[in-house]
């Protein structure tokens, strides 16, 4: 039982029989005791944190195994302890366990040697100076609890996901090793991967099959799906949401050249779809990345069946935020598969939302510069910003916007009102990175509807239309002005990039920012909790936050 | 301590009085010329209201320079800020512009100047004046 191993190189074994030899065999407190007295002693000061923790893994390591039946028989052993010590109980570790360290895997089953671990641990925690942690619960939870601390101490960054499986109930079918070991610990912690992959992504953004900004595009793309589809406005174009700023002359990206298969009523809207997706239609297969179309393509689907102007409602609402690649790259999807039943698709649009079709060939243009970008965008990468690419773009888009109408007026006739000239900038997220050209049309001004529809909720009294419109109006001016506030913030530090810091300027002369509160509390106030993982890095560590090593 | 820091207030306070003052004598007196040019006469209350408003506009001035500066990471105020700061009037806008390009070639014209007069002569009155102005243009 002697590991004589070079002091520099101490192992918990060498450690613990240290201890074991140097502990004052008296405790100043029961002479029955005695032992656990100076051993809780000698533990808590001499070793401090490493060899408790050591010790906490040695024991829930060698608990675990099936010499804990060993060690309950060395415990009666030494009968002249009438209650089991933590001198006692480390005694017998050492004398039971093997002299492998405990990152070598061992094969022992865990549920079987369960029960008798629960009783020792019991004991074990009892003696609660020892930190010996070991769980009072059923065997079921047992393993769950304590993989818990040495994951904590072998394996600290997974501690979040791991108790993320916890939560979940990890099913016990997979923890068959049952090993406390640190390798063990890692194959459950991986079979614990194996089933929730969704908190994992939450979790650890490095393991994210998309940029997390996609993930905060859904939530609030949804909810705007949600809220459009329930007014039902054909308004909103299918564009917009581009990631990029540079308006391609001509708009040749990125589409599949729809078949022109005029239909009667279709006719006029899909020969000028027809026209423009066929000019971009090798770009697009060249330019959309497979990624973007994949994950998108399910939504495509859903927005297909919904019929057209869902789509070009939910695009266009999206224009607004991170939300653009996404729809983009769903209005993108949704073109592909719409290339065969795009007629029919019509067909029905028309019959639920006549001018909506009237905007698509308009977002076509849109969509088809933003396909381009749309890697990039999603690589998230720190667009430009927003202002000059909006205004860039809005000029482009007036242009091709007035080419349409003229086969297209029939539909758009009641459009007008609406798209009537928009002051300017589109609206441009605070923190966009890529921002495509925004055309001040419906789409654009989609996107305020929806927090138009916020304030006539908030406003607990009906409202009238004029009313709406002008807080649609103001809206827009406000954040045009936010948008080129940030512009010109990025500008004065010699920036091309829209930055956080940009922002907290911008906030803290709007006077929510204050020397009292700063940005952190805030975005911890109001943000759900996957923004503030993206803001505020300490976050990340999911509220196991250690010091640096 | 605390009377320190109570007269310390008293100061501080008193000193804001007499600057209040001042900004109030000169809105008086520009309230006056205006009133002369469109012959209408200003109240006591509005002058008051609008040194008032001058002041504490002056305070958010003064902040928001401050935040500009520091965020393009410099400890000195600049033109480059103060130009931020009236980018809201366009007219106001152009004129700070227009001020401030007559003042960097005021600056260009005296460092021609100097540099003339430092090689005829006499350095040493001009040095620390021609260093001066070249921080300031920087």
Known sequence: ?549 | MEEEAETEEQQRFSYQQRLKAAVHYTVGCLCEEVALDKEMQFSKQTIAAISELTFRQCENFAKDLEMFARHAKRTTINTEDVKLLARRSNSLLKYITDKSEEIAQINLERKAQKKKKSEDGGKNSREPAEAGVVESEN
């Open chain 1, 1 to 549: 039982m002697a590991d004589h191993n070079p002091d520099g190189d101490p192992t918990p074994r060498t450690l613990l029989r240290r201890v074991l030899d140097t502990a004052d065999p008296r405790t100043p407190r029961r002479p029955r005791s005695a032992r656990a007295g100076a051993q809780r002693a000698l533990l808590e000061t001499a070793s401090s944190r490493r060899l408790s923790g050591q010790t906490k893994t040695i024991a829930k390591g060698r608990s675990r195994g099936a010499r804990s039946i060993g060690r309950s028989a060395h415990v009666q052993a030494r009968g002249h302890l009438e209650e089991q010590t933590p001198r006692t109980l480390l005694k017998n570790i050492l004398l039971t366990a093997p002299e492998s360290s405990i990152l070598m895997p061992e094969s022992v089953v865990k549920p079987v040697p369960a029960p008798q671990v629960v009783q020792p641990s019991r004991r074990e925690s009892s003696r609660g100076s020892l930190e010996l942690q070991l769980p009072e619960l059923e065997p079921s939870t047992t393993l769950a609890p304590g993989l818990l601390a040495p994951g904590r101490r072998k394996q600290r960054l997974r501690l979040s996901m791991f108790q993320q499986g916890v939560d979940q109930g990890l099913p016990l079918s997979q923890e068959p090793q049952g090993n406390a070991d640190a390798s063990s610990l890692t194959s459950s912690l991986n079979l614990t991967f194996a089933t929730p992959l969704q908190p994992q992504s939450v979790q650890r953004p490095g393991l994210a099959r998309r940029p997390p900004a996609r993930r905060a595009v859904d939530v609030g793309a949804f909810l705007r799906d949600l809220r459009d589809t329930s007014l039902a406005p054909p308004n909103i174009v299918l564009e917009d949401t581009q990631p990029f700023s540079q308006p391609t002359v001509g708009s040749p990206n990125v589409y599949h050249s729809l078949p022109c298969t005029p239909h009667t009523g279709a006719e006029d809207a899909e020969q000028a779809a027809g026209r423009r997706t066929q000019s971009s239609g090798p770009g697009l297969q060249n330019n959309s990345p497979g990624k973007p179309a994949q994950f998108l393509a399910g939504e495509a689907e859903e927005v297909d069946a919904f019929a057209l102007g869902f789509l070009s409602t939910s695009s266009g609402v999206s224009g607004e935020d991170e939300v653009e690649p996404l729809h983009n790259g769903v209005e993108e999807a949704e073109k592909k598969m719409k290339e065969e039943g795009v007629s029919v698709s019509e067909m029905e649009a028309t019959g639920a939302q006549g001018p909506s079709r009237a905007e698509e060939p308009e977002g076509h243009t849109q969509v088809t510069e933003a396909e381009g970008s749309q890697g990039t965008a999603e690589a998230e990468g720190p667009g430009a910003s927003s202002g000059d690419e909006d205004a860039s773009s809005r000029a482009a888009s007036p242009e091709l916007a007035s080419s349409t109408p003229e086969s297209l007026q029939a539909r758009r006739h009641h459009q007008f009102p609406e798209p009537a000239p928009p002051p300017g900038a589109a609206v441009c997220p605070p923190r966009s990175r890529t921002t495509g050209p925004r055309p001040r049309q419906d789409p654009h001004k989609a996107g305020l509807s929806h927090y138009v529809k916020l304030f006539s909720f908030f406003a607990k009294m009906p409202m009238e239309r004029k009313a709406l419109e002008m807080v649609e109006k103001c809206l827009d001016k406000y954040f045009q002005h936010l948008c080129d506030d940030l512009e010109v913030f990025a500008a004065h530090a010699g920036r091309k990039t829209v930055k956080p810091e940009d922002l907290e300027l911008l906030m803290r002369r709007q006077g929510l920012v204050t020397d009292q509160v700063s940005l952190h509390v805030l975005v911890e106030r109001h943000l759900p909790l996957e923004y503030r993982q993206l803001l505020i890095p300490c976050a990340y560590s999911g509220n196991s936050v250690f010091p640096a090593q």
